[in-house]
């Protein structure tokens, strides 16, 4: 079992920034890629970005490439999302996954992940 816990969610006006931070616990040494994804109201839940155990490799959502970064310190079993140059449509609860093992889909599907955060809301202000 590994367990997520995210934070750093706020309202924050456009243009601004944010860190969100990626908490685990549990058995992290089964951790391989860790993903954000986010979810505004009525709308699915859509992949963000995403980093490998060694933190070599990363993947961006087009939407927020240039803008966002994925980042890890596996000393502290924490991921980050610094987020920059917010924008109104950048809204959304945003969620942490981990996927300890490779199950056949792609690293933007959820159902790469096996283990979710309870998520932490973002609210950008125009």
């Known amino acids: 079992q590994v367990q997520l816990v995210e934070s750093g969610g706020e309202l924050v006006q456009a243009g601004g920034s944010l860190r969100l931070s990626c908490a685990a616990s549990g058995r992290t040494f089964n951790v391989y890629v860790t993903g954000w994804f986010r979810q505004a109201p009525g709308k699915e839940r859509e992949f963000v970005a995403a980093i490998s155990w060694t933190g070599g490799i990363t993947y961006y959502a087009d939407s927020v490439k240039g803008r966002f970064t994925i980042s890890r310190d596996n000393a502290k079993n924490t991921v980050y999302l610094q987020m920059s140059n917010l924008k109104p449509e950048d809204t959304a609860v945003y969620y942490c996954?981990?996927?300890?093992?490779?199950?056949?889909?792609?690293?933007?599907?959820?159902?790469?992940?096996?283990?979710w955060g309870q998520g932490t809301q973002v609210t950008v202000s125009s």
């Open positions: 996954a981990a996927g300890i093992r490779y199950n056949g889909y792609d690293i933007r599907s959820t159902s790469r992940y096996d283990y």
